[in-house]
Nanobody, 126 residues
Framework: QVQLVESGGGLVQAGGSLRLSCAAT????????IGWFRQAPGKEREGVAC????????SYVDSVRGRFTVSRDNAKSTVYLQMNSLKPEDTAVYHC???????????????????WGQGTQVTVSS
């Protein structure tokens, strides 16, 4: 099992950057794929990025590809989401989530993840 805590959210102007962190305790992250999700008011939660635990492979949804970068430091048990060129439509509560997995598939469906952080608010002003 892992416990996840996000940090790094805040208020930023459009075009700005933020880096979110997802700190894990419990099991080693080597065996977990980590997903970043977001939920805007009145909208469903959507997965935006996924990173493998074993090989560090990454995948993104179209709306953030080229602007967001997910990375991990397994020695620090932390996963990061670097968000650049932020837009007002990126405003949401961002969550990280973990699933025990060492394959090659990327997950963007919240049903696939077993462990969740509490979320951190990101607000992008126009």
């Amino acid at each position: 099992q892992v416990q996840l805590v996000e940090s790094g959210g805040g208020l930023v102007q459009a075009g700005g950057s933020l880096r979110l962190s997802c700190a894990a305790t419990g099991d080693s992250l080597d065996y977990y794929a980590i997903g970043w999700f977001r939920q805007a008011p009145g909208k469903e939660r959507e997965g935006v990025a996924c990173i493998h635990g074993n090989d560090g492979g990454t995948s993104y949804v179209d709306s953030v590809r080229g602007r967001f970068t997910v990375s991990r430091d397994n020695a620090k048990s932390t996963v990061y989401l670097q968000m650049n060129s932020l837009k007002p439509e990126d405003t949401a509560v961002y969550h990280c989530a973990a699933t025990y997995y060492s394959g090659t598939y990327y997950f963007f469906d919240e049903e696939e993840f077993d462990y969740w952080g509490q979320g951190t608010q990101v607000t992008v002003s126009s």
